[in-house]
């Protein structure tokens, strides 16, 4: 079975006893050992079992292993959230002193851990133009501990050579690469093929699918994740089994719900282009995106996400937000239900103007997570709110 729906899908935790078809929760904050001998031995990891919940439990284990199938990564983690994700993957590595080299373009609240919180630890952090090459070489300093990047970035689905940036690290061995793959997914792209170390997903958002539980995940190359296992076991950031149980049914359609999403956001994209109210419309498989050759080198298709600059700044972007009828508000994204979100207000409303600006997000900027719904009832949405507040 080669195809990642296939795998997927019989990627299970083992059977019990009675034999379930389907995986039951198992809700148990622990469990219990054969004898103290079996104790001992699994607490001195001479011997493999489940300890604590914390540390790992069959519904989050199944979890981590169909990430791991998906991404052909070696092992993972699974965390209560998406930034507990992104956080882990930098705190379990860096120490006073470390620098951290990052693309500019990404989401707001890892801009904030960059600038407002690893100052306190003594990290520092360069950012870099993601496309330009010779930025990377000159940001790399003796210290630097981590190369992060996304891509497609939030909002602006700016786009990061995956081949290029893996066969760059292979000159700086001991540096860390590790990407948030969250907007492709391990479906559209695999990071890991090219080289990274990490692949981080907020899984709350498409892994999930349908805007109901928070979750994320780490995968890469063990010898990192049992670094990163110290980190999580005394710390405690750890996924829930019920969040794990629901996430990981959801995998199973993964494949399914991205083609959708796909093909309504690229109908969206196509729709908006030419359209006299919109100034600016960006999707990676739109052939306008200056990426666009990128994208289908290093993509299966553009996502589902569309980012759409409305005429007349943020009072018209506001008034055309309020118009949408099916289309709801919110700052989510990855549901199965279309989500229009204004970043300048919400997701990056901490950064500067000039911050914004650097990055593409202008006042009438709009986010479109695409959903599942008809494609024309989509696009009839967007239009009718256009009309209305010309």
């Known amino acids: 079975m080669n195809k990642d729906q296939s795998k997927i899908i019989r990627e299970q935790a083992p059977r019990s006893a009675t034999r379930e078809h389907s995986v039951p929760l198992y809700l148990t904050s622990s469990f219990i050992f054969d004898s103290a001998e079996q104790g001992r031995a699994v607490f001195a990891e001479e011997e493999e079992g489940m ?39 930098f705190a379990a590595f860096i120490e006073n002193g470390d620098h951290i080299v990052s693309s500019r373009a990404i989401f707001g609240s890892t801009h ?17 133009d993601a496309v330009n090459p010779d930025e990377w070489e000159k940001a790399i300093q003796p210290n630097t501990k981590i190369i992060f990047l996304e891509s497609p970035s939030n909002p602006g689905l700016e786009l ?21 793959n969250c907007f492709a997914t ?17 899984a709350t958002k498409y892994m999930d699918g349908q805007g109901r539980v928070l979750g994320g995940v780490v995968v890469g190359k063990e010898e990192l994740i049992k670094k990163m296992m110290f980190f999580i076991r005394h710390t405690g950031p750890a996924m829930s089994p019920f969040n794990a149980w629901i996430i ?32 600016d419309v960006k999707y990676p498989f739109l052939p306008s995106h200056p990426q666009y050759a990128l994208a289908k080198k ?7 996400i569309v980012t759409f600059e409305v005429k007349g700044g943020k009072e018209r972007a506001f008034r055309f937000l309020d118009e949408l009828n099916m289309i709801l508000y919110t ?22 103007e000039e911050e914004r600006n650097h990055l593409g997000i202008k006042p009438g900027s709009v986010r479109l997570s695409v959903g599942l719904e008809d494609k024309e009832d989509i696009i009839g949405d967007i239009l009718q709110a256009l009309e ?3």
């Not at 290029?164 to 001991?174: D, I, M, R, S």
């Not at 290093?298 to 589902?304: D, E, L, N, P």
């Open 51 to 89: 300890v604590y919940s914390r540390y790992a439990n069959p519904n989050t284990s199944e979890f981590i292993n169909k990430v791991c199938t998906l991404e052909n990564a070696e092992a993972g983690l699974a965390f209560s959230s998406g930034m507990a994700a992104v956080f882990a993957s």
């Open 112 to 128: 904030q851990l960059f600038t407002q919180l690893f100052p306190k630890w003594g990290v520092t952090t360069s950012y870099v």
């Open 160 to 180: 990061v050579d995956l081949e290029w940036l893996g066969k760059f690290k292979e000159k700086y061995p001991a540096i860390i690469l590790s990407i948030d």
């Open 186 to 202: 391990p479906y559209l792209q695999k990071p890991l093929d090219y080289g990274f170390d990490l692949s981080i997903h907020s």
């Open 248 to 279: 990981s049914k959801s995998l199973d359609t993964l494949a399914l719900r991205m083609d959708r999403h796909c093909s309504n956001a690229l109908a969206l994209a196509e729709a908006l282009e030419n359209h006299s109210e919109i100034e």
């Open 298 to 304: 290093q993509m299966k298709a553009g996502g589902g």
């Open 331 to 352: 700052s989510n994204l990855g549901d199965s239900r279309s989500i229009a979100t204004h970043p300048a207000t919400t997701t990056h409303a901490k950064l500067t």
């Open 388 to 390: 209305k507040t010309k």
